[in-house]
Nanobody, 119 residues
Framework: QAQLVETGGGLVQSGGSLKLSCAASGFSLDQYSMGWFRQAPGKERERVACSSHDDGSTRYPDSVKGRFTIVRDNAKGMLYLQMNNLEPEDTAVYYC????????????WGQGTQVTVSS
């Protein structure tokens, strides 16, 4: 059974950094594209990063490009999201997610971890 468990959220001041981790189990990480999305109250879900398993490419929306970096360690079954220069607008629950392809359907996600950025 596929499972994703996120850790690393917390409270940080504007301009600070956080690194989120996602432990994957029950499937081979190298067979799937993996990503992170966030959900803030009253806002639409937004994918903030995706790592393709087939060509190794990464994708980011303009809202986080240059500040967020997604890294995967297939051997360890781990996915990371390094977030730098955080802004209050980044406050949300962050979820680790599994896809067949970054352009495809969301297959599953974890329980989420709260990130709060104070101004």
């Amino acid at each position: 059974q596929a499972q994703l468990v996120e850790t690393g959220g917390g409270l940080v001041q504007s301009g600070g950094s956080l690194k989120l981790s996602c432990a994957a189990s029950g499937f081979s990480l190298d067979q799937y594209s993996m990503g992170w999305f966030r959900q803030a109250p009253g806002k639409e879900r937004e994918r903030v990063a995706c790592s393709s398993h087939d060509d190794g490419s990464t994708r980011y929306p303009d809202s986080v490009k240059g500040r967020f970096t997604i890294v995967r360690d297939n051997a360890k079954g781990m996915l990371y999201l390094q977030m730098n220069n955080l802004e209050p607008e980044d406050t949300a629950v962050y979820y680790c997610a599994r896809y067949y392809f970054c352009s495809g359907t969301l297959l599953g996600w974890g329980q989420g971890t709260q990130v709060t950025v104070s101004s």
